[in-house]
């Protein structure tokens, strides 16, 4: 009967190529394929394309995340066929024999590196597979990361529709200058002074060019000057000055003037005028250059250049005419649109006082040479304003000489005078929307957007190097069908396949979990292992009762009798055993048995 019963707890060993195939392990092969063709379909979708707007301009999602996270998935998926690969390997190994040490280390190399460097390491498929995934595990990631980089991508420019708000009329009759000097600026203009000296960006809200990736060249229409220029020439010769003569001993060499509202012309008020004059050459005799401009108020084309909602007014260009309209003010009509006010009683208020003024304080200079004697120089150099140094293009050698030289100061004060005039507008548009509106403006777009740029090269290397590990894999999970059940590394099978007495329960040829069942609520506890009945005195057949000395011996119940070794007079406290006619001390061994049989483990002792 009890030979019935332990045949039924048997099972057959059942090999076969589809019986005993890895599952687990074609399934992580299959899942990591996909990460792979999702790595490359990454990389190849994603080519040229924006950085905000893949895949999706209402979903964008970084490339380097879902590489990252294609890749991880990958390793895993790696991982997960390469142990299922080592348990079919270590089992054909350990079916067609092996030694304990070569066991050992094929076991552990798949988890623990350090054996690389012990005594036991050994050059095998087990440690050459370890090795790749290894360095696989380390490298993909940095590989695949490098497969896609971002560059700035420019296209363009092409034409497109924009909105700006455009100020609607003149800016207010008292806008900028108080007083008939004028004296000072009004607040509104002071704090457009203020943001024109400090080199402020200039804020202009165009949709369709607030992108700070996006740069639009535009002609923006607004009030502004439109700028007439002529050019003269006055003779100069230093051969002339008369020494201690009122008149005649010093040459005017460089002068800026600007005049506004001169004699309170009411005519005068729609324009500021300016002289520039310079002395271009070194030599001693010639002429000075003199050029007068004017600058009438209209409506004009401002050239810009936007770019996220902050415009550059592109510099002025004598040779465009900007003009769109010519603003026609007579007389009856300055007071109330140019200046309003009295001259004589106060309160004189100008739209374009303050920045005549300003341009005034910028720009108003003076510097003569006069002949004198009882002095060190060959002429006295005075000199007025910050223009008639900013101008100056000689060296200090030249100073107080003939050869000095200045520049033209012409450009400088009409970009001025126009960026000046520019901020106004768009100062007084944002602050009184109601007096705005918004108009079509035909831009000219360029946009530079930071775009994916794939390396495949990078790509191909990192799949060269799973591909590597794959085909380890496949080398290491040939022969699946000689095994006769699905197999594992679990510790506990690994025990019991080396004969631990507490895991014999049922069939050997069960998987662990299902053998595990009968004494999973079994309490286990590692200490000194006791025996399960009180010592007694054996004949000499070890056979007889399975009692070996120095080694563990088993009960009915399947459970170790441990015996203790004594030497030197060491104290037992175990009977001794009759082996071959001789007596023997049982061994006291260390174990993980039911709780009822563990004993404490006692310092100083033996085990």
Not at 47 to 55: E, H, R, T
Not at 203 to 213: F, L, P, T, V
Not at 577 to 604: F, M
Request: proline letters at 4%.
């Amino acid at each position: 009967m009890n030979a019935m019963q332990h045949a039924h707890t048997g099972r057959i060993w059942s090999p076969g190529f589809m019986r005993q195939v890895p599952w687990g392990a074609f399934i992580c092969i299959a899942a990591f394929m996909i990460c792979c063709i999702g790595i490359g379909v990454t990389l190849a979708s994603s080519q040229g394309k924006a950085v905000a707007s893949w895949p999706t301009e209402s979903h964008p999602f970084s490339v380097s995340v879902l590489l990252s996270l294609l890749v991880s998935i990958a390793n895993v998926c790696l991982a997960g066929a390469l142990g299922k690969a080592y348990e079919i390997a270590w089992w054909l190994k350990a079916i067609h024999g092996s030694d304990l040490r070569r066991l050992k280390y094929n076991l552990n190399v798949q988890s623990n590196y350090a054996v690389f460097f012990s005594r036991a390491f050994t050059l095998n498929r087990f440690t050459i597979a370890a090795f790749v995934a290894l360095a696989v595990s380390v490298l993909d990631g940095p590989l695949i990361q490098k497969a896609s980089t971002i560059d700035s991508k420019t296209s363009g420019p092409f034409a497109s529709n924009v909105t700006a708000t455009i100020l609607d009329g003149f800016l207010p009759v008292d806008y900028s200058g108080y007083g008939v000097g004028p004296d000072l600026l009004s607040p509104g203009f002071s704090n457009v002074s203020l943001q024109y000296n400090n080199r402020d960006p200039i804020k202009m809200a165009i949709d369709g060019c607030d992108n700070a990736n996006t740069t639009c060249t535009l002609d923006f229409p607004g009030l502004g000057f439109d700028i007439n220029c002529t050019e003269t020439t006055v003779a100069y010769n230093f051969g002339n000055l008369v020494s201690g003569s009122t008149k005649n001993n010093n040459v005017t060499t460089f002068q800026v003037t600007t005049a506004y509202g001169q004699n309170q012309n009411l005519a005068e008020f729609i324009a500021i005028r300016t002289s520039a004059t310079y002395k271009p050459d070194a030599a001693c005799k010639g002429d000075l250059v003199k050029r007068t401009c004017s600058l009438h108020l209209s409506t004009v084309k401002y050239p810009l250049t936007v770019v996220g909602g902050v415009a550059t007014l592109g510099a002025w260009d004598e040779k465009r005419n900007d003009t769109i309209a010519w603003a026609s003010i007579n007389s009856t009509q300055a007071y109330g649109t140019l200046f309003t006010g009295s001259f004589a009683a106060g309160g004189f208020q100008t739209m374009l006082g303050g920045i005549y003024l300003a341009l005034n304080n910028l720009y108003a200079g003076n510097a003569n040479l006069r002949i004198a004697t009882m002095t060190e120089t060959p002429y006295v150099l005075a000199a007025t304003g910050n223009s008639a140094s900013n101008y100056l293009t000689s060296d200090l050698s030249t100073y107080s000489n003939c050869t000095m030289t200045w520049s033209d100061p012409t450009a400088d004060y009409v970009n001025t005078a126009r960026e000046l005039m520019l901020r106004s507008v768009v100062s007084y548009a944002s602050q009184n929307p109601k007096k705005t509106s918004a108009t079509q403006l035909v831009a000219q777009r360029t946009t530079v957007a930071a775009t994916y740029e794939s390396a495949y090269k990078f790509l191909a290397a990192a799949m060269a190097s799973m591909a590597l590990e794959m085909l380890l894999i496949m080398f290491l999970l040939y022969g699946w069908q000689h095994l006769g059940r699905h197999v594992s590394l679990d510790a506990f099978e690994i025990a019991r396949a080396m004969g631990a007495p507490l895991l014999q329960h049922g069939s050997s040829n069960t998987e662990i979990d299902e053998s595990l069942v009968p004494i999973e609520r079994t309490k286990l506890k590692y200490g000194e292992i006791l025996p399960s009945q009180p010592p007694q005195q054996y004949g000499n057949s070890m056979a007889d009762n399975n009692l070996y000395p120095g080694s563990a011996s088993q009960d009915t119940n399947n459970s170790p009798v441990q015996m203790e070794q004594t030497a030197f007079g060491i104290k037992t406290g175990y009977a001794m055993v009759n082996v071959n006619d001789e007596q023997q001390p049982l061994v006291r061994r260390l174990g993980l048995v039911e709780a009822e049989r563990s004993g404490r483990i006692e310092h100083g002792v033996l085990y």
